[in-house]
């Protein structure tokens, strides 16, 4: 159990700068979560945690200790592969036991600490396979047990559901959280896939381009985003975004306007917060696709009707995917089956205001 | 189904063909000239065989082939792993530089390469023995002398197939997922371990091959004796093939020598054996 610190920390590869300055504190006990597109320098922070990789300059600390130039072995950590890196020549007790025995452990308590591994992760009746004799979901469960008898530090985890099918993916992410409830192990967990970040995470660390855009909650990734990066990254479908103009409207309000003839009223609380904005270019307005619902009845309070026409829809049974297009910009919404969605159809639309997204494109922050 | 396996047989026929002139008879008529008198007139049965038996000179090619073989496939694995592991671990840009210069010991014909090695050996010469007088070291007899003579047929024979070896070896390293040493180096393995647990059980079958493929080739070999020393001195470094063709050939006793020679069949069929079995077992379990 410990927690761990990056101080600005930075790797580069033959001048290509892959990490780039990162700051973090991972509590004790903590499960985070690293995401981004590829390349944005989330697995080589990990590897760098890690000690697989060399720190080209700032600090890590684990537990207090500053670990730059501690090899991997002597972190105490454990770590779970994107490809499960399980010794094919090594049966699975074997594999688990694998760091226990040269560490010297006593047998017994070797045995004991996989049987309690094991059944943990119900793999006791597997103990005596090979690798190569699992299945995906199996060589996983191995890989995380594996880890779990070591009793480390803290855990990595490198994008370790991403060679499982779908169905699986969902199991296992559950399982992995299941196992972090028992363990209460600090956890740093890599992923591409947003739904594991926001599903797994006591906090969210979004990263991009080697930089962290932002570290939350996984609600407050989604309902505060930091950057339009943020805002785009997570939720799907993603964020819409129209480059939109603030204007003065009247009663002391305001207007986004997206084009000539579309403009809605900036919520009255917002005013204040989007007032210095106004007339100035490079803005852009967002809504998630749930906040474009059909109008059905009377509109609540800072909703706002759209009349569209729909280019596509998509239905997913409990709700339909309508997109639409605003002066070239395509945008989605998400209507209830019910609501006549057709291809090419007209549509009246109800935009939730109170659930908009003013961006500043000159900083890419959002207002 | 009787006329798809016709058809079979006669796409497999040419190689049938090849097979049965190039392997089947000349195994064959081997066979059949060790049943054979000197002037190769009169069927002796096993008599060539029961003659070898009573010679001392046999059993002394029996054991020179063993300690041969056995001797330079041992250095050659060893020395073939090591040059391997600092070949890859050489940056990729250097490698391939390396990899050609290390090989050209295996390239050059052996027949060549050992006249140049029987100047290095040369007594008076050489310039082993000049390196060694500038030490004040007596000159060493290198094929004038049993032991040193036996000595040098297998530096020599080291020298030219442990690059087959280490270009095996290499081939089986780069096969070794690099993030198994990385779940080793966290799992505690030191640099020692993480060979001796991981990259060894990794290459197991490759090395068990290359091994079994180098001794067929190492206790058939004729060039590099033949050119070194000759079988000399007094024999003493004969391994089978030199041996056979000094009785068969050189010896004008046809039958005798493919007695000789078919004495290696035996021998190598046991080490095949169990190296095959073991692989094979290993295949099945991972």
Known sequence: MANVELHKVVKTYDNTPAVRGVDLH????????????????????????????????????????????????????????????????????????????????????????????????????????????????????????????????????????????????????????????????????????????????????????????????????????????????????????????????????????????IAFTVPAERTRRYEPFVGRGRLTFGLRPEHVTDARGALEKDQQKLDVTLTVTEPMGMETLVYFAIDGTELCGRVSPNAGARDGGPMTLAAHLGDMHLIDEDTGKVV | MQRK?????????????????????????????????????????????FFLFKRETFWMVVQQSCIFAITAVIFKALIGFVVAHFVHNIPARGQRKWRGMLLVPWVIPPAMSCLAWLWLFDPSYSAFNWILALFGIEPVPWTGHTGWARFSVILVNIWIGAPFFMIMYLAALKSVPEQLYEAAAIDGASWWQRIWYVTLPMMRNIIAITALFSLIVTFANFDIVRVLTAGGPIDTTHIFGTWSFRVGIEGYDIPLGAAVSLFMVPILAVAAVFILRDITRRGNES
């Open chain 2, 5 to 49: 396996s016709t058809i079979a047989f006669f796409m497999a026929l040419p190689l049938i063909a090849l097979i049965a002139t190039l392997v089947l008879y000349p195994a064959g008529y081997a066979i059949h000239l060790a049943t054979l008198n000197k002037s190769m007139e009169r069927f002796v049965g096993l008599g060539n065989f």
């Open chain 1, 26 to 261: 991972i509590d004790d006990k903590e499960f985070i979560v690293l995401v981004g597109p590829s390349g944005c320098g989330k697995s080589t922070t990990l590897r760098m945690i890690a000690g697989l990789e060399e720190i080209t300059d700032g600090e890590i600390m684990i537990g207090g200790d500053v670990v730059n130039d501690v090899p991997p072995k002597d972190r105490d950590i454990a770590m779970v592969f994107q490809n499960y890196a399980l010794y094919p020549h090594m049966t699975v007790f074997e594999n688990m036991s694998f760091g226990l025995r040269l560490k010297r452990f006593p047998k017994a308590e070797i045995k004991r600490r996989v049987d309690e591994a094991a059944r943990i992760l119900d793999i006791t009746d597997l103990l005596e396979r090979k690798p190569k004799q699992l299945s995906g979901g199996q060589r996983q469960r191995v890989a995380m047990g594996r880890a779990i008898v070591r009793d480390p530090k803290v855990f990595l985890f490198d994008e370790p559901l991403s060679n499982l099918d779908a169905k699986l993916r969902v199991q296992m992410r559950t399982e992995i959280k299941k196992v972090h409830q028992k363990v209460r192990t600090t956890t740093v967990y890599v992923t591409h896939d947003q739904v594991e970040a926001m599903t797994l995470a006591d906090r969210v660390v979004v990263m991009n381009n080697g930089l962290i855009e932002q570290v939350g909650e996984p609600n407050d990734l989604y309902h505060a985003p930091a950057t339009k990066f943020v805002a785009g990254f997570i939720g799907s479908p993603a964020m819409n975004f129209v480059p939109c103009r603030l204007e003065k409207a009247g009663g002391g309000g305001l207007s986004v306007r997206l084009t000539d003839k």
